[in-house]
């Protein structure tokens, strides 16, 4: 098929042209049928076609098309009633609904900077940010993100956020030792604090553990117990983005459930309505909503943010969730998944790490697994793999930034089954298998 010329914006290689989805698996217009690893972006949670959720959709298209954003319909009602009574962590009561992640990180952000100068500290609008991480695309989120690939061009007006380490082990340079590493991010996180001025910050933003920027990166023990008693003593507010990792995809309901952490604002969208329809949530404290109700300020809404059809999709793929017991299936099949490329290619040459919670794994690819030294970005060696795999008939997600670079991704449905993780497995070993001979261009 010849490439429209007006698809994509910025032209480049030419489109996967998918005809149309069905559970885990892509169907293209080549006759090529694709195990879709990466669940999209790490969005499809419940597979593709779910009819249920169609009719759910339509249900809500007929009652009503477009309600204002704040007003209620019954969709909304009954969206709001699942995530209390199921989903959201008693704390967190209030819920603002934006229809992407970055839309929900940027309203988060203004919440935290409204609830201080509710508060009357209107200088607290410093946001801490982390070395490794995505937030969105948005300016604000794109400028909070530690992921240089995606501020390219943008470096001029992207705002400098203070950023503290993103937890690494792998890469740690104090070593492996988890009480070590601990306390070598808290000190970095204590000094940065310092150094800002805890009056001037209104909030850290963080992934629990991270999402693709880092590729399911897992902070060390007792990391997030002591970040969240540095940041309440000093009146810091937490911002956990579970924007890919909410809604079942690390085998609990959220990242943060882990880790004991209790965020003030919790982001998620992605899983929350798996692809049906464009939506996500800020779910935040009384605490948060009353200081903001005090400054006698508001929370604006997008246009399309809450849209009854897309509530709607979002109920429905959070009741089959529940109904069929997915989260618990994340887990045994993430474990499986993990436990199946640890056996077959933990001490493969190129590969570096093997990492993952529920059905948000990684694999970082080195040039030399004993120096941990990547590829030259000239290789472009996570696009091979993504080519290599896709011969084999298997989607990966490219993971990594800059420095942190060639980390493979897997976010699958939470519906695959035994011969999919074989599959999965079979496409990158071979994919790896390919790299062998590759070698670093002489410096
Ligand atoms: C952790 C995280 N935050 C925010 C976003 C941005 O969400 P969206 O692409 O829906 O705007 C993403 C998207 O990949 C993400 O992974």
Same mark, same amino acid.
């Given at each position: 098929?010849?490439?429209?010329?007006?698809?994509?914006?910025?032209?480049?290689?030419?489109?996967?042209?998918? %005809?149309? %989805?069905?559970?885990?698996?892509?169907? !293209?217009?080549?006759?090529?049928?694709?195990?879709?690893?990466?669940?999209?972006?790490?969005?499809?949670?419940?597979?593709?076609?779910?009819?249920?959720?169609?009719?759910?959709?339509?249900?809500?298209?007929?009652?009503?098309?477009?309600?204002?954003?704040?007003?209620?319909?019954? =969709?909304?009602? %009954?969206?709001?009633?699942?995530?209390?009574?199921?989903?959201?962590?008693?704390?967190?009561?209030?819920?603002?609904?934006?229809?992407?992640?970055?839309?929900?990180?940027?309203?988060?952000?203004?919440?935290?900077?409204?609830?201080?100068?509710?508060?009357?500290?209107?200088?607290?609008?410093?946001?801490?940010?982390?070395?490794?991480?995505?937030?969105?695309?948005?300016?604000?989120?794109?400028?909070?993100?530690?992921?240089?690939?995606?501020?390219?061009?943008?470096?001029? $007006?992207?705002?400098?956020?203070?950023?503290?380490?993103?937890?690494?082990?792998?890469?740690?340079?104090?070593?492996?030792?988890?009480?070590?590493?601990?306390?070598?991010? !808290?000190?970095?996180?204590?000094?940065?604090?310092?150094?800002?001025?805890?009056?001037?910050?209104?909030?850290?933003?963080?992934?629990?553990?991270?999402?693709?920027?880092?590729?399911?990166?897992?902070?060390?023990?007792?990391?997030?117990?002591?970040?969240?008693?540095?940041?309440?003593?000093?009146?810091?507010?937490?911002?956990?983005?579970?924007?890919?990792?909410?809604?079942?995809?690390? /085998?609990?309901?959220?990242?943060?459930?882990?880790?004991?952490?209790?965020?003030?604002?919790?982001?998620?969208?992605?899983? !929350?309505?798996? /692809?049906?329809?464009?939506?996500?949530?800020?779910?935040?404290?009384?605490?948060?909503?009353?200081?903001? %109700?005090?400054?006698?300020?508001?929370?604006?809404?997008?246009?399309?943010?809450?849209?009854?059809?897309?509530?709607?999709?979002?109920?429905?793929?959070?009741? $089959?969730?529940?109904?069929?017991?997915?989260? #618990?299936?994340?887990?045994?099949?993430?474990?499986?998944?993990?436990?199946?490329?640890?056996?077959?290619?933990?001490?493969?040459?190129?590969?570096? =790490?093997?990492?993952?919670?529920?059905? !948000?794994?990684?694999?970082?690819?080195?040039?030399?697994?004993?120096?941990?030294?990547?590829?030259?970005?000239?290789?472009?060696?996570?696009?091979?793999?993504?080519?290599?795999?896709?011969?084999?008939?298997?989607?990966?997600?490219?993971?990594?930034?800059? #420095?942190?670079?060639?980390? $493979?991704?897997?976010?699958?449905?939470?519906?695959?089954?035994?011969?999919?993780?074989?599959?999965?497995?079979?496409?990158?070993?071979?994919?790896?298998?390919?790299?062998?001979?590759? #070698?670093?261009?002489?410096?």
């Amino acid at each position: 098929m010849q490439q429209p010329a007006i698809w994509p914006f910025v032209p480049g290689s030419e489109p996967v042209y998918v %005809a149309r %989805a069905e559970g885990a698996y892509l169907y !293209l217009t080549d006759g090529r049928k694709i195990l879709d690893a990466a669940g999209g972006c790490i969005v499809s949670n419940i597979g593709h076609g779910v009819v249920e959720v169609a009719d759910a959709v339509r249900d809500a298209l007929v009652n009503c098309t477009f309600i204002m954003p704040p007003w209620l319909t019954p =969709e909304r009602e %009954a969206l709001v009633n699942e995530l209390r009574a199921h989903w959201l962590p008693p704390h967190l009561t209030r819920i603002h609904l934006a229809s992407g992640g970055s839309e929900a990180n940027e309203a988060a952000i203004k919440m935290a900077i409204q609830y201080h100068a509710g508060l009357g500290a209107p200088q607290r609008t410093v946001i801490l940010t982390r070395s490794i991480s995505y937030h969105g695309t948005t300016i604000t989120t794109a400028a909070a993100s530690g992921h240089p690939e995606r501020k390219k061009g943008l470096e001029g $007006i992207l705002a400098t956020y203070p950023q503290i380490q993103t937890p690494y082990p792998l890469r740690c340079p104090v070593g492996t030792d988890d009480a070590l590493a601990t306390q070598y991010y !808290l000190d970095d996180l204590e000094q940065t604090i310092e150094t800002i001025g805890a009056d001037n910050i209104a909030a850290l933003i963080a992934e629990p553990l991270n999402g693709s920027s880092g590729g399911a990166i897992a902070p060390p023990a007792g990391y997030w117990d002591g970040v969240q008693l540095i940041l309440k003593q000093h009146g810091i507010l937490l911002i956990m983005d579970e924007v890919m990792t909410g809604f079942g995809r690390t /085998g609990l309901k959220f990242g943060s459930d882990h880790y004991g952490i209790k965020p003030d604002l919790l982001v998620a969208g992605k899983g !929350l309505a798996g /692809g049906y329809a464009p939506i996500a949530g800020v779910f935040g404290t009384d605490a948060v909503a009353e200081a903001i %109700a005090a400054g006698g300020f508001s929370v604006m809404f997008h246009t399309f943010g809450a849209l009854p059809q897309a509530c709607a999709a979002a109920t429905s793929v959070l009741q $089959i969730l529940r109904r069929d017991d997915l989260i #618990e299936r994340a887990k045994t099949r993430g474990n499986q998944l993990k436990a199946a490329l640890i056996e077959r290619l933990s001490q493969h040459p190129r590969v570096a =790490e093997i990492r993952g919670t529920g059905l !948000l794994i990684a694999v970082e690819v080195v040039a030399d697994r004993e120096t941990l030294t990547p590829f030259d970005q000239s290789l472009r060696v996570t696009d091979q793999i993504i080519g290599h795999g896709m011969s084999q008939g298997v989607f990966f997600y490219p993971g990594g930034t800059g #420095e942190i670079r060639d980390i $493979i991704c897997m976010g699958p449905a939470f519906i695959i089954d035994d011969d999919d993780i074989q599959l999965t497995v079979d496409a990158l070993s071979y994919a790896l298998d390919a790299l062998v001979d590759l #070698e670093n261009p002489a410096t």
